[in-house]
Each structure stands twice: as C-alpha cells, then as structure tokens.
C-alpha cells in the first residue's frame, strides 16, 4: 500500500495505510490530536496578554479574530476524520483561563 518515489500521496491515503499495515493490524484504534483550538490560534496570533485584554476591551475585534480561528480548526478537524481517524483530541488552555462565562460572552458574536 505505501508508495515509493515521486509519487505522492494525501493524507487519507497516509492514514489508510496503517489499517493495513501488517505491523499494525487491522484493528488499529487512531487518535488525532489537534492542539490548536480555536482561541488557542487566536491567542497565538494576537499573543495571549493582548487577546485577553481586548476580550474586555475590545470585544468585537476578538469576535472578528474568531471566526476564521473556528474556520481553521473546524476543516482541520473535518480533514482528521475523513482521513480516518477514529477520535479525535483537542485541547484549549487560554480558553480555559476565560471560564465559562467569558467562554459563552467572547464567543457569542462568532457563533451566530
């Protein structure tokens, strides 16, 4: 199943792979992680201290910040479980720092 050469090969087919992988097996169990959620993105982009200043500051610039932050992880996400992953694990620490009423005020604008 692998390729060789100048072939190349996407990332479904990579994934394909390993389930028939003789050293793997067929009952493989794959976990896809993607540490990236969306406020982590934004706080690395806008840098953490920034972006939580303009959660009270600025509120519309982080919703704006946002929604191609969501784009992103949402088609990462999307592209994991196409190429087979059977779970998929994320995680968002500066999200966290927010809790769930600054979670539920910041994200308010990016979800409608």
């Known amino acids: 199943m692998r390729k060789t ?13 390993v389930y028939s992988d003789p050293i793997h097996g067929e009952d493989v169990f794959i ?15 806008a840098g953490i201290n920034e972006l939580m200043m303009m959660l009270v500051t600025d509120p519309p610039f982080v919703d ?13 996400a999307i592209a994991l479980a196409e190429a087979g992953a059977d779970m998929l694990s994320t995680g968002d620490s500066p999200a966290g720092m927010i809790g769930l009423e600054g979670g539920e005020r910041s994200c308010a604008g990016s979800a409608r």
Not at 5 to 17: D, F, L, P, R, V
Not at 31 to 45: E, G, N, T
Not at 64 to 76: R, W
């Open 5 to 17: 050469g100048s072939e190349t090969s996407t990332g479904q087919e990579k994934c394909q792979s």
């Open 31 to 45: 976990v896809a992680c993607f540490d990236q959620s969306p406020f982590s993105l934004a706080c690395a982009l």
């Open 64 to 76: 704006g910040m946002l929604e191609p932050c969501i784009a992103h992880a949402s088609a990462y």
